[in-house]
């Protein structure tokens, strides 16, 4: 099966630095959360506004177009303002 996938490089300045995991760098899992957003757009403006100091690392629009943050799948040494910590349970 052959599938398009639009992406779109969009930059949130809401994102710091990944605390340590177990002396690992990348995540080893991919949580989804809903937005509750009216639409993309209104997602986009809030996880790009740094006021909101919220962010995510890739936004999917009901199209199927994914919005990502930074120009890697996941930048390394990075997280996206509402992981918190990023501590491991």
Request: aromatic share 6%; proline share 9%; hydrophobic share 40%.
């Amino acid at each position: 099966m052959d599938s398009h996938l639009t992406q779109i490089h969009r930059p949130s300045p809401n994102f710091g630095p990944r605390h340590p995991l177990l002396g690992r760098d990348l995540p080893d899992l991919v949580v989804l959360h809903y937005t509750g957003m009216i639409s993309a757009k209104a997602a986009l403006a809030r996880l790009c506004d740094p006021r909101s100091l919220v962010s995510a690392h890739y936004l999917i629009d009901e199209d199927g177009t994914l919005y990502g943050w930074w120009p890697k799948i996941i930048a390394p040494g990075t997280r996206a303002k509402v992981a918190g910590r990023g501590s491991a349970m």
